[in-house]
């Protein structure tokens, strides 16, 4: 009896510390915490369409994360979201987490490399 504890409890320990440390290695460029709020669209979140732009407001800092078709035509698909959640369906975006307020990334999808500009 006393070995089936020896064994279940290290093995327990294992999968305890390599899950923790998973779940705080997905967020581990971005300046902000991965429990920020950020804006999305349903579209993404359901990964339906690839996040083509990303915004970093130069106001408020707060950062956006939409497929280009949708976004200005459909402003009401608009949903918050953290960044944990955008960095799951796409891991991409850390490329751009030192991306500074007042600038934008795009591409065409997502085998397309990150182009940022200075918004105007």
Known sequence: ???KLL????LTLLISCSYSRKEK???KKFKENDTTVVLT????LKQIMDITEVVHDKKDGKWIFYHESFFDKNPGFTILS???QVIKIDSSVT???NMERGFTAYRKSKQ??????KQK
Not at 7 to 10: A, G, K, Q, S, T
Not at 41 to 44: L, P, Q, S
């Open 112 to 117: 397309y490399q990150w182009i940022i500009q």
């Open 25 to 27: 290695i997905v967020n």
């Open 95 to 97: 490329e751009l987490a």
């Open 41 to 44: 669209t349903e579209f993404v």
């Open 7 to 10: 064994f279940i409890f290290p």
């Open 82 to 84: 953290t960044l944990r």
């Open 1 to 3: 009896m006393n070995s």
